[in-house]
């Protein structure tokens, strides 16, 4: 990714929570190529740490690994206290922590029946406490940390960047409280926009559309024969670029959304999903 066009971000703090995964990944080496002085968050401390020690290898750049949850308040304290000794104020904060669960997924697109077998593989079958558990991850997992991180931009201005999904914006089967979650992370970045504007403080929201990452793949392969499973076949026919996103295909939005260059943008929950929420399916 060619930094060029994002020089103002040369030298601003960020943080990142879950910039372990994948799309984290993509996303941290960006920054760092960028010039952002990074710290990348994630629940494993000496996992955050070999990642950030990975993107510094590869891209050069300040890149410092976090121990957080961003579920635990003290954590996240502590974790505020960590960046202001190593990097300074944070400036950027980007809201990458989030995610599902199988049990929180419905095994049938629809309720076909009222029979057992079908009611088991329907919202009724659903595990609550895996859904509660989802929901606080996506929604209380992107507040909190707003609420610890974007404290330091009062007065001084920065940016918020959240990081919802396809799911948010189109209802899709079967995910019903990542979706919902989602869908709440939204509303949350409009809210926030509103409100934080005084302050010249920007929250907007990147929805990823359909990207191979450990947390779907249970959904997108057949575990049997490692092809396209039958969802996936039909979220590519729904796709007019007729093809998974690569996660460096985040990047430019992400900058984007984070620079001088959207200096006006906010309140945006910006897809980027190959034409996916475009698509009526006709």
Known sequence: MNALGFLDLKGKVAVMTGGTGVIGRALAEALANAGVKLAIGGRNAAQA???????????????????????????????????????????????????????ATSGAETMSSAAPADRASSFFGLDLAAL?????????????PTYVFAEDMVGRGGVVLNV???????????????????????????WLAVHLAPQNIRVNALAPGFFLTEQN???MIDEKTGENSHRAQKILAGT??????????????????????????????????GGFSAYSGV
Not at 132 to 144: A, H, K
Not at 171 to 186: D, E, H, I, Q, W
């Open 217 to 219: 793949r249970f959904l």
């Open 49 to 103: 740490e070999a990642k950030a020690a990975e993107i510094v290898k590869k891209v050069g750049g300040t890149v410092i690994g976090l121990g957080l949850n961003v579920l635990d308040w003290d954590s996240l304290k502590t974790a505020r206290d960590e960046v202001h000794e190593r990097l300074g104020p944070v400036d950027l904060l980007i809201n990458g922590a989030g995610g599902n669960q199988p049990k």
């Open 164 to 190: 919802s999904s396809m799911a948010s914006i189109r209802p899709l089967t079967k995910v019903v409280g990542y979706g919902a979650s989602k869908a709440a992370v939204n509303n949350l970045t409009q």
């Open 240 to 273: 007019p670029m007729a093809r998974f996103g690569e996660v460096e295909e985040l990047q430019g939005a992400t900058l984007f959304l984070l620079s001088d260059l959207s200096r006006f943008v906010t309140g945006v929950v910006l897809p980027v999903d």
């Open 132 to 144: 509660d558990e989802v929901m606080r991850l996506n929604v209380s997992g992107t507040l909190l």
